[in-house]
């Protein structure tokens, strides 16, 4: 179990740089042409966090960090599929500014989780 929970965090932290530079690249008006593979790595990056939701669920963790790291992949995919309706014009820098937020917090979470898991397994 404990070799299983590095292997996710050690994907969710390789997808999480790559989200952030990409993401640096969009910000700074370049690799637009990197959306799409941005949102597919996105997608990863949420696949892994219900992975390790799952991980510490059968860890018997404590259900609320299993629900903080569902639920924190359901609004990650949310907001980052969402993004482009909400507050469109020179308020979108709002959104921008809450989905990074958002993912730095999904990361946070699951480095916590992670931890959790590695102590008890």
Do not use: Y
């Not at 965090?9 to 999480?16: D, G, S, T």
């Not at 629900?67 to 995919?77: E, I, N, P, Q």
């Not at 730095?104 to 590695?118: F, G, N």
């Amino acid at each position: 179990m404990k070799t299983m929970a590095t292997v996710v965090q050690m994907l969710i932290r390789l997808a999480f740089v790559t989200l952030v530079v990409l993401g640096v690249f969009f910000w700074t008006g370049h690799a637009l042409s990197l959306i799409l593979t941005h949102m597919v790595v996105g997608l990863v990056f949420a696949s892994l966090m219900v992975t390790q939701g799952l991980l510490a669920a059968f860890n018997r963790q404590s259900p609320i960090w299993v629900f903080l790291d569902l639920f924190g992949a359901l609004v990650v995919v949310w907001l980052g599929m969402r993004q482009e309706q909400l507050l469109a014009g020179g308020s979108h820098w709002i959104i921008q500014t809450l989905h990074l937020l958002v993912g730095l917090t999904a990361m946070t979470i699951t480095e916590l989780v992670a931890a959790r898991i590695k102590r008890t397994a």
